[in-house]
């Protein structure tokens, strides 16, 4: 009976161009009757939200956004069904819950260069920001783990301008920054395709495309499995280690070492101009 009276509420006298649609809302607290309902083609989402706030009748009035089709209803009905050459004898369904204000600004960090490149890890809160001075800045908030605090509170560059940023999201549950944990052999099941070992044991894909940085800690277990597209891959690696100056040394296990009395090269890090609004960068 409520139904009937909400679409007699919100339908026009006459014939009208009908929809038939079915509510559907995850949340008890708003779920209404999942019945097919026959609507008037000419309601938008203002006019929808009247409704299911009609059928629940909550103490207060309840705005609702509408999903269809897995895409926010921007239109009318009738639209969204013309534009998806969708018959009118269909069932549209039509998933809502409460609208999402518009996002309040707490805080802002002004950069002090154009901002060419963007980056965020959802884990930790992590923001990175590639700018046209050639800094790649890391912003973690108060509430961030130790380890995304020091790194935050670093500035590395370079003079060319990031025009690309990608940062590796380690697994839910993953200690001091690293993913999997593994020694010698890869796990059961990594190769050939789909990988089920890898994903299995914790790995996570990271796609870039050419022309990417991906720059990760060394703690961070990785590996690059074979290419078996019919495109060519070519990739420049770098590892930047600190020196015996700040208390590190190479380990001797690792596979990777320079022919014996041959150390490392040192890689100074050049005085640069303060960038505005910066801090100046020192000699290492």
Known sequence: ADALVAIGAVAMAGAEEQVIVRFVSEVDEYAVN???LE??????????????????????????DFLAGGELLR???RKFMQLRAL????????????????????????????????????????????CYDGVARVFAPPAASAAAQALAANEDGHDQ??????ELAPPAGAEHGAGARWEGALPDGSWPLPCAGLFAAGFAP??????????????LDHLSLPNHSAAAR?????????????????SKSNWLQYPPGVGFPHVPRPACQTPQGGRPREEV
């Open 206 to 219: 990271v796609e870039v495309r050419a022309g990417d940085l991906v720059c990760f800690p060394g703690l």
């Open 34 to 36: 999942d019945e097919p």
């Open 161 to 166: 301008t990031g025009s690309a940023l990608c």
């Open 75 to 77: 239109t009318s009905l």
């Open 87 to 130: 018959s009118g004898e269909a069932t549209l369904e039509l998933r809502y819950f409460p609208l999402v204000g518009e996002p309040e600004l707490t805080s802002q960090q002004e950069q002090p260069d154009w901002i060419s490149a963007l980056s965020s890890r959802l884990a930790d809160g992590l923001v990175v920001t590639g």
């Open 234 to 250: 070519h990739t420049f690696q770098l590892h930047l280690v600190e020196g015996p100056g700040a208390g590190v040394r190479w």
């Open 39 to 64: 609507l008037p083609a000419r309601l938008t989402r203002y006019g929808l939200s009247e409704l299911v706030n009609h059928l629940l009748r909550p103490a207060r009035p309840v705005p609702f």
